[in-house]
């Protein structure tokens, strides 16, 4: 897959877009606004779906699951990605990402060769992978 075709997206950045929060970054927001405009693809690993859950769930009683869930399901141009034993093995090589789910994230931005749109300090700084921001 192109990394200008496709973007891999964290947690609280789906979040914000989809909900028009004014935290994305410029860059974000540009890159969020193709796909908006459907020129390039979304994916969306498998735990940030769980994090979506969690933190609505726990902490945004402003956002209604149900809801957010069928947005992504609607949109043509998001694309879920599992987590397979391959993606666990991706997993090892990346010890510099403290959180897991961090290298889960980062882990299916460097299988698609995809920039990664994200705000975490601790996955820009690691370098292992294009941030957007």
Same mark, same amino acid.
């Given at each position: 897959?192109?990394? !200008? ?9 789906? #979040?914000?877009?989809?909900? !028009? =929060? *004014?935290? #994305?970054?410029?860059? /974000? %927001?540009?890159?969020?606004?193709? =796909? @908006? /405009?459907?020129?390039?693809? #979304?994916? $969306?690993?498998?735990? =940030? #779906?769980?994090? +979506? +859950?969690? &933190? $609505?769930? %726990? ?22 990605? *599992?987590?397979?034993?391959?993606? /666990? ?8 990402? *403290?959180?897991?789910? !961090? ?13 990664? &749109? ?7 700084? /690691? @370098?292992? +992978?294009?941030?957007?921001?």
């Amino acid at each position: 897959m192109n990394s !200008d075709t496709h973007y891999v997206t964290g947690t609280h950045s789906l #979040l914000w877009y989809l909900y !028009d =929060v *004014p935290r #994305l970054g410029p860059n /974000a %927001r540009a890159a969020f606004g193709t =796909v @908006g /405009a459907g020129d390039t693809t #979304l994916l $969306i690993p498998a735990i =940030v #779906l769980a994090v +979506v +859950v969690y &933190i $609505i769930e %726990r902490r945004r009683h402003d956002m209604n699951i149900g809801e957010t869930l069928e947005r992504i399901t609607e949109a043509d141009n998001f694309h879920v990605l *599992p987590f397979d034993l391959d993606s /666990a093995r991706a997993l090892i090589s990346l010890t510099e990402i *403290p959180e897991m789910h !961090d290298r889960m994230i980062v882990a299916a931005a460097r299988a698609y060769g995809a920039p990664l &749109i994200t705000r975490d300090e601790a996955i820009r700084r /690691a @370098g292992v +992978v294009e941030c957007i921001w």
